[in-house]
């Protein structure tokens, strides 16, 4: 898979997870399939390049799978990134907080 294809599959299934908040059967469908997209392109230089990038996407969802995704590889920005979306008090703020919280804590596994 090269770059662009990684950027575009990250994205598309972070905004559709984002759009199927409040359906959990499918948000958690969706997830499961993002989780494993991450897994496939983490190891590769390319891919932990994209997922960086993508720190810094207007949408908060993708901002925070990204920010998630990058606290083993970029750790002082995926915090920061972590803590504007837990200030901003969308529906993601819970998630940041927990994934914060796990990270500081040393019990965060995204394996």
Do not use: C
Request: overall charge negative.
């Amino acid at each position: 898979m090269n770059p662009k294809d990684m950027r575009e599959q990250y994205r598309k299934l972070a905004l559709e997870w984002q759009a199927s908040q409040g359906v959990s059967r499918v948000a958690n469908r969706i997830f499961d399939k993002h989780l494993a997209l991450y897994r496939k392109i983490r190891d590769t230089p390319e891919g932990a390049e994209v997922i960086a990038e993508l720190m810094d996407d207007p949408a908060p969802a993708e901002r925070l799978l990204a920010a998630s995704h990058s606290l083993s590889t970029d750790p002082a920005k995926a915090e920061r990134v972590l803590e504007d979306i837990e200030a901003e008090g969308t529906i993601f703020a819970i998630d940041a907080k927990y994934t914060l919280r796990g990270f500081r804590e040393g019990t965060l596994n995204l394996d």
